[in-house]
């Protein structure tokens, strides 16, 4: 339609240029450009500044936690996982808007990468918590999210967190799959540390065979198992991207260096837990 026009203006016929231009208005009014639904939503995303309220909750629910540890009433328990989930729910919406509004999986940026790595701290803690009674699990997980919504604002280039994809990005099955797993596994990894800084911490002051103690560790063993699967899937699904896009399953780049060195030191950690040589405390400081 373009080059009829371009060509209708050359020929200097107002018959041609009102016929080609008549042409375009027919296609403009026929193709929907963009979705009012979208663009209310982008509008309404960036002024309510939603990831201010996740860290507002994360960080109230992180003091009521505190306030029950040292008080050991049950209602500011109650109230701290309400909050909590009132965070989580606000965060996952927040990256629900992104996901629609940019047509993509939720992680395809490093700012997003941040954004994501929280939510999956966020809520395998209080599922720990919830299902395990495992309480500091969701402190952790608190102070891990609070710390990288925190973070996230200086991973985004120039302030810009709503940018399109560059083209070989630009792919929702990988995008949804080798991305959003190994993120996943990342999110745990940053999880697992957390809780390990509290289990030696708490071994400061309490016994080895101490029930809380005995339940934060065995939290830290499955969730170090748990980061072992995503991570290892999900550089291998990275790999399968990798020859499809670049024609080479592996470049030695730094993203696949650093989760090699992540699956490797996961590795190493359950080698030397499964054949005693190392102790708990041990591989809790691993």
Known sequence: ????????????????????????????DQTPFYSSFIFNLERLYLSIEPYNWARG????????????????????????????????????????ARVIILARPPVGTLYESVLF???ICAVTALALSIW???DLAMM??????????????????????????VAVLNTNFWLATHVTIITAGYGICVLTACMSHFYMIMRLRKPKKDPTLIRLYQAIYKSSLTALLLTAVGTVLGGIWA????????????????????????????????????????????
Not at 2 to 25: D, P
Request: with cysteine.
């Open 1 to 28: 339609a373009w080059q009829n026009l371009a060509m209708a203006y050359r020929s200097g016929s107002s018959l041609e240029w009102n016929k080609a231009l008549s042409e375009i208005h027919a296609l403009y």
């Open 57 to 96: 909750f994360y960080l109230l629910s992180t003091l009521l936690l505190a306030f029950y540890f040292y008080t050991n009433k049950k209602n500011l328990r109650t109230l701290s996982l309400g909050t909590s989930a009132l965070a989580i729910i606000t965060h996952l919406t927040a990256i629900i």
């Open 117 to 119: 790595v929280a939510l």
């Open 132 to 134: 395990r009674k495992n």
């Open 140 to 165: 952790a997980g608190n102070i891990a999210a609070l710390g990288l919504l925190c973070v996230a604002p200086y991973a985004a280039k120039e302030g810009e967190t709503l940018g399109v994809l």
């Open 243 to 286: 020859d499809q896009s670049w024609g080479r399953f592996w470049g030695w780049d730094p993203k696949e260096n650093g989760a090699l060195l992540i699956v490797l030191w996961l590795i190493w950690l359950q080698h030397g837990h499964i054949s005693a040589k190392l102790k708990d405390l041990h591989f809790i400081a691993g």
